[in-house]
Structure formats: structure tokens, C-alpha cells
């Protein structure tokens, strides 16, 4: 199947200190493009897989199943935790429960995680209905381009598949039970003024995780799609200072790259 043009996967080789990106449900890499290119302008190995049933069209992702999503950022991560010596996880929105996944399975090979606007709970209660609608309703409305920056667009589905949304909704399910495994230490930025995600979904993840090295940060000028967003800048220049804090090699590295 064709990837829509921007969607690709992105790939940096830099230095020992590896991040993984991970993107949200029904988008694609190019949400969080401009943070993976920051960072490895910043000497840092960077990975961006595109997730299964995402980039194409609505009706491939029908198809996949949150195990699928999961099994890509693994694969990509572990791909990470082969060649450099620490790996940070950072994601957006669905990434951000594949994210906790990662951690609470991984233990201290995640070294850290960047939560943007993390979705790991239902905020609609027509989710209950989802065993039955998706075989009713192949689709509803999308979710994609929340964002306050005018001139700046997400590429992402105009339409959300049930079946996906109901595979997405087992996920949360899935995380919220692990999050007690989290012990990692954690970013997280949150927009006040979100249409997709409530802030339910940040105070769940606050609650429940283990970490005790938490920062928490409010996005105030952006939606959703904070990475593509007015506080984009924020989120970039607090991810690296996060990495470079708990990576001192990454700032090491950063200094032989530009030099």
C-alpha cells in the first residue's frame, strides 16, 4: 500500500544515546518529524517507525490491532537498545500507552520517558458500545489535526476505524493495569486545551506510575498536536535538556557533532 507523502519513517544514526519516537492513533511519523530531526541535530540516535495500518489509508488500519502497534515500537526499540548504551522513549498521544508498555516490561533499559498528551483512557461512553458498533459502523469522524497554530497541519485519517478504536480501547485497559511498573523518570506535557484527549488521561498516568522523578509541564499556546503546535519549541528544547540530564553522554556527543 502507497504511503502518503510525509509518513515515512525516519531514521538518524548519531551517537550512543538512542530515542525512540512514537507516534499517536490514525496519525503518522510526520506529527513528530520536526522533534526527531531536532534531536538528532542534537548528536542523539533517533528512531521514528511509522505503525502498522498508519500512513496509507483509514481502512488498512480496519485491519491491525493494538498488539500490532506494540510489536512495531518494540522492534524499533529494541533495534535502539542494541547499539547505544541508553534509550529514551518519547511519544504523542496513543504512542504515549505504547510508551508506558515499553517501560513497564523493559524495566531500566528505558532510561526515560517524554509523554505528550498521553492517551490512556476513554473519554467518550460510547466506547462501552464499540464490541458491538464496529461490526454496525466501519467508521466514524476523525480525530487528527487539533491544533492552534494556523497554517500548520496534521497528516493524518479523516476517518476513525471501530475496529481499530475498539483494539484501542483493550490497550488502555492493557497499560492502566501496568502502570504500577513504571519507574522510570518521566516528562510530561500536557495541553490544557485539547480536543482529543482530557486531561483525565495525564492525572491517570500521574496517579498510578511508580517514578519518582516527575516533571510535569503545561502546554498553554496548543492542542493535541502540541509537536506540531505553538509549544513546539518547548517540548523539543525540555526533551533534550530531560535526555541530556539523565544521558550526560548525549550532551558529550552533542558537542562532537557540532564541533
Do not use: K
Amino acid at each position: 500500500m502507497r504511503l502518503l507523502p510525509g509518513a515515512e519513517p525516519y531514521r538518524h544514526q548519531g551517537g550512543s544515546v538512542g530515542v525512540l519516537l512514537i507516534h499517536g492513533f490514525t496519525g503518522s511519523p510526520q506529527s513528530l518529524r520536526p522533534w526527531a530531526e531536532h534531536l538528532a541535530n542534537a548528536g542523539l540516535t533517533v528512531s521514528l517507525p511509522l505503525l502498522p495500518g498508519h500512513g496509507t489509508r483509514w481502512q488498512d488500519l480496519q485491519l491491525t490491532r493494538w498488539e500490532d502497534w506494540y510489536a512495531e515500537a518494540e522492534r524499533a526499540f529494541q533495534e535502539l537498545a542494541e547499539e547505544c548504551e541508553q534509550v529514551f522513549v518519547l511519544a504523542l498521544s496513543m504512542g504515549g500507552a505504547l510508551a508506558l508498555r515499553l517501560a513497564a516490561r523493559h524495566g531500566d533499559r528505558v532510561a526515560g520517558l517524554v509523554l505528550v498528551n498521553p492517551s490512556v483512557r476513554s473519554d467518550n461512553p460510547a466506547t462501552v458500545l464499540l464490541p458491538v458498533l464496529r461490526h454496525l459502523v466501519p467508521s466514524v469522524r476523525g480525530i487528527a489535526d487539533d491544533i492552534a497554530r494556523p497554517g500548520s497541519t496534521e497528516l493524518g485519517y479523516d476517518r476513525t476505524p471501530l475496529h481499530a478504536a475498539w483494539s484501542l480501547s483493550r490497550l488502555w485497559r492493557t497499560v492502566q493495569a501496568e502502570l504500577p511498573a513504571v519507574t522510570q523518570p518521566v516528562l510530561l506535557l500536557r495541553s490544557p486545551q485539547d480536543h482529543v484527549v482530557s486531561a483525565a488521561n495525564s492525572e491517570l498516568v500521574l496517579a498510578r506510575i511508580s517514578s519518582t522523578d516527575v516533571t510535569e509541564l503545561l502546554l498553554e499556546q496548543s492542542y493535541h498536536v502540541a509537536t506540531l503546535d505553538n509549544d513546539a519549541g518547548l517540548i523539543f528544547g525540555a526533551s533534550l535538556d530531560f535526555v541530556r540530564r539523565l544521558a550526560p553522554l548525549a550532551s558529550v556527543e552533542a558537542e562532537n557533532h557540532t564541533g
